[in-house]
């Protein structure tokens, strides 16, 4: 069997248009809202390593189970995504993480934005009271998995419900009101953060992703070493090609909404 041809990977791509800002003040908390396990370490991974390096707490709040994250027809997807959630929890401590980790467990691929769900996600915002939330760039032009358009909604309306009091009055937390938005796989980045010294916690933190080495890291099944050792190339030179783009030696890109 032919070792698996490697797929782009996810992640921001080098700025067309002017980097108008670079690396935002540390925050005390942030909280990556994503569609599945694995999406905030391969889009922000680095970011949130260098934040908790310097204090940050990182918290996670996963909106789908993952099931659907394998090729194989005959995959136990129950097992999968219990799988995927010990995965995540793993991840999120490589990455440094000292804060929540919160799985929302919406089926893989249905995710909707919903009222219902809007409610849960403003309820974790609220919760946690992060500075910063990363979340997923709805407005992606023609990107095909329906999840990661609905939890950048999601992540959008929840950061507006979670600042009114008038939203969801039965929560039993306060109202929160977020700092800045830092939206990757974005249509428009305009901003970088200068990750030079993280990109291997964030090889760490995606290579405990094993479930997905197959699907989404094109890593064969009894490797020796070397798909794995390819992978950690393939990012460190996407990172380093995103920091060339403002002069530092690995980046990873965003959208910075900070007039919130």
Not at 6 to 26: F, K, M, Q, R
Not at 145 to 156: I, K, Q, S, Y
């Amino acid at each position: 069997m032919s070792p698996p041809t490697p797929s782009p990977l996810p992640g921001g791509e080098v700025p067309a248009g002017p980097v108008t800002s670079t690396d935002l003040p540390v925050p005390s908390s942030a909280l990556a809202i994503v569609a599945h396990p694995d999406d905030a370490e391969f889009h922000c991974g680095a970011t949130l390593a260098k934040w908790a390096a310097h204090g940050c707490v990182l918290n996670h709040l996963v909106l789908t189970d993952g099931a659907k994250g394998t090729w194989d027809p005959d995959a136990d997807v129950d097992e999968l995504a219990q799988e995927r959630t010990r995965e995540q929890m793993e991840a999120a401590s490589l990455l440094g993480s000292n804060g929540k980790v919160v799985m929302l467990g919406h089926v893989d691929g249905e995710l909707q934005p919903s009222l219902h769900v809007r409610d849960q996600v403003a309820y974790w915002i609220r919760a946690i009271q992060p500075d910063v939330v990363l979340a997923h760039d709805p407005w992606k032009r023609y990107r095909l998995h329906p999840d990661h358009r609905n939890a950048g909604w999601l992540a959008l309306d929840g950061v507006v419900a979670a600042r009114d009091p008038h939203f969801f009055r039965h929560h039993d937390v306060d109202v929160h009101r977020t700092e800045a938005i830092l939206l990757f796989e974005a249509d428009e980045p305009d901003h970088v953060e200068d990750v030079a010294g993280f990109v291997d916690a964030k090889v760490r933190a995606l290579l405990a992703h094993r479930s997905q080495y197959v699907t989404t890291h094109g890593i064969p099944p009894g490797d020796d070493g070397t798909a794995a050792e390819a992978f950690r190339q393939r990012v460190m030179a996407q990172a380093a090609t995103i920091g060339s783009r403002t002069g530092v030696a690995a980046g990873e890109v965003f959208k910075a909404l900070t007039e919130l």
